[in-house]
């Protein structure tokens, strides 16, 4: 059954397809890199070096490393309030990144932002939003960009299962539709918006058909294992580059902790979350993936880590050893004098 005129890819159960070793051992390292910087967020924050809100993006990494390695220069990426991810798949340097997240003056956003509201735009990263869904009128805005310049770039426009259902979301999809802006719709669902789970919060669960009433196709794919992120969403990426219109994917995922730091998660069990983690880790899928290619052995991988590791924790380092911001930034990027 479709959602569109074009074909609409469900969740395969299938082998994960071939990936060329060196795409997935760069995939490796990066889904490592940011399970790795976002543990140790979770430290700092347990220290009181974090301040505010803070959404780990830990067991969600397959989603925005497959569809970064389908990206080109000049692609735009919008996200919501967990987005450290988003940012280091980016190639946004750890040590900006945590500096920001510590709110230190050598932050993205000089120590003003915090976890929820960094930018890049060296790296064409917009956000990091913290209301919900106000991220998707943006990404639109950034389509409509780059198709008025004519630049050949496209933006990936990221939000969760809770986001699907505000009014902006739908407006949004009706101007995509209608002008064919080059934008992918990603719906990050990880089950659960905040605490409440996507079968009690939506009337239709299968998401990726929410742009169905504006004609835009629709696609859900396996998010827990990158390969497949890569191989599935190749062809509606590709369209959307093509000037064919936009698009919108469902990334099933699962995050492992909850909602924000804050969260207990008692909402779910325990037998839930340590199932997911056994059999759908997306860093465990992608290391067997390298192992039984025979062209890596454990030894190597545990090399990684450690270098990984080092990156992290000098990044955390760096972080700590930076300057507060000074008290006059309080007036610094807020009124431009025309």
Known sequence: MSASPRKTTRRAAAEPPAVPFDDLLQDYRRMLLIRRFEEKAGQLYG??????????????????????????DGDAVVTSYRDHGHMLACGMDPKGVMAELTGRATGYSRGKGGSMHMFSREKNFFGGHGIVAAQVPIGTGLAFAQQYRNDGGITFCYLGDGAVNQGQ???????????????????????????????????????????????????????MDVAHVRQQASQ?????????GPCVLELQTYRY??????????????????????????????????????????????????????????????????????????????????
């Open 47 to 72: 220290m009181g070096l974090i301040g505010g809100f803070c959404h780990l993006y830990i067991g969600q990494e397959a989603v925005v490393t497959g569809l970064h390695a389908l990206s080109r």
């Open 169 to 223: 979301v739908y407006e949004s999809f009706n101007m995509a539709a209608l002008w064919k802006l080059p934008v992918v719709y990603v719906v990050e669902n990880n089950k659960y918006g905040m605490g409440t789970s996507v079968e009690r919060a939506s009337s239709n669960v299968e998401l990726f058909r929410r742009g169905q009433a504006y004609g835009i196709p629709g696609y859900q794919i396996d998010g």
């Open 236 to 244: 509606p990426v590709a369209d959307v580059r093509a000037g064919k």
């Open 257 to 338: 902790r909850g909602h924000s730091m804050s969260d207990p998660a008692k909402y779910r069990s325990k037998e839930e979350v340590s199932r997911m983690r056994q059999e759908h880790d997306p860093i465990d899928n992608a290391k067997a993936l390298l192992l039984k290619s025979g062209a890596v052995d454990e030894a190597a991988l545990k090399e990684i880590d450690r270098e990984i590791k080092a990156i992290v924790g000098e990044a955390a380092d760096f972080a700590q050893s930076s300057a507060e911001p000074d008290a006059a930034e309080l007036f610094t990027d807020v009124l431009l004098e025309a």
